[in-house]
Each structure stands twice: as C-alpha cells, then as structure tokens.
C-alpha cells in the first residue's frame, strides 16, 4: 500500500505511523526525521535547515522534494511506503502526484488525524519533556500551528476530492488511536 499519514503538529502522526508501517510491513518514511538526522553534518545546508525547523517553518519545497524522491527510489518502497509529513505544501503534492505518475503508480489512501489544539498542545509539551525537539518550544508550536493551518490543511480539500481521504479520530489512548487508523483502512 501507498500511504500519507497527515495532521496537525502534536497529533501523534510518528506515534502512529511506526505502527501502522509495521503492521503492514511497508516503510515508514518522515520527512521530519531525515532533516534531523542530517542535523550531524556540519554543512551550511545542515545549519541552514535546523534554523528553520528550530522556528517551526517548512524547509524549502525542491530540497524536501529532492530527499523524498531519493528516499522513495530505493528498493523496499517498491511494495509500497508511508509517508509521514509529506507533502506539506500544494507544490509537494503536485510533484509528489506527477512523480508517482511516472512509475505508474497511485496513493491508495491519505490518512489524517484529528484532535482539537487542547490536545496537541498537551502531547506536545510531554514530548517536549521526554525528547527536547527543539521545535517543541510555545513559540515554535505556535508558528507550526498557522503554517499548517496556512500551507498544508488546504491538501485536505484535495485528497478529499480525490476520493482519498480518511479522517481518524486522533483523541484517546496510541491504541485506540491505532485501532480505528487500521480500521480506516479496511474496505468499507
Ligand atoms: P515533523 O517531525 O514532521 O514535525 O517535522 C519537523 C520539521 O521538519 C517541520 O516543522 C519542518 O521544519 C520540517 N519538515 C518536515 N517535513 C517537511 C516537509 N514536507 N516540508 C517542509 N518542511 C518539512
């Protein structure tokens, strides 16, 4: 299967897609984590991407492009993948769509999580005590709240005319969660 599992920062969307890419033994490819772990290099690049994520900004739309193509090409995501936290930006879709066109190949589903800001705050600030991302600052939270609402909710209109979209409640316990996330994807 060929996944995007999407929702606003704080939601669980790691949580559940190390989860669900085990239980259907694909990938799970987050953009997220491959910017962080180029964090190590001391490149300008490297700095320059860790900035912008410190800020709770997008990094640039052909460089995040560039990776995931990289990523995407290799062989254990010919049987399918997920993608966490991509696309983020209407020009990431259409790249992402026109690149999967070439190898002949569709998304099956497009998963988003729901949970109202009170809860997103809330699992932010405890991952903040437990991991210290530096993006889980107030502010940086703040200003990844507006990007997503800005560049990355308007995706959902068009997954939601594709036919793709599965909105799963994001509230209650990684179980819970996980349960109706495998049981969005079951034919109706
Ligand atoms: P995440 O771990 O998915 O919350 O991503 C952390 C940060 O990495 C984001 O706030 C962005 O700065 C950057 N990032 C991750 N995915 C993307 C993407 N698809 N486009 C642009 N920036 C991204």
């Known amino acids: 299967m060929r996944l995007l599992i999407m929702g606003p920062p704080g939601v669980g969307k790691g949580t559940q897609s190390a989860i669900l890419a085990s239980g259907l033994e ?18 300008e690049l490297a700095r320059e991407v860790r900035d912008v994520m410190a800020s709770g900004r997008y990094v640039d739309d052909a460089l995040t492009n560039r990776i995931v193509v990289e990523r995407l090409s290799r062989a254990d995501c010919a049987e399918g993948f997920l993608l966490d936290g991509y696309p983020r930006t209407l020009p990431q879709l259409d790249f992402l769509h026109r690149w999967m066109a070439e190898q002949d190949t569709e998304l ?35 200003v990844r709240l507006r990007v997503y609402a800005e560049q990355t909710k308007p995706l959902l209109d068009v997954y939601d005319e594709l036919q793709l979209l599965r909105r799963v409640d994001g509230t209650g316990t990684v179980d819970e969660v996980a349960q109706r996330v495998f049981a969005a994807l079951r034919p109706a």
């Open 108 to 142: 099956d589903a497009v998963l988003v999580l729901e949970a109202d800001e009170e809860t997103t705050a809330r699992r932010m600030a405890a991952r903040a005590a437990l991991d210290g991302r530096p993006d889980d600052t107030v502010e940086a939270f703040r």
């Open 26 to 43: 694909i990938p799970a490819i987050s953009t997220g984590d491959m910017f962080r772990a180029m964090q190590a290099s001391q490149s």
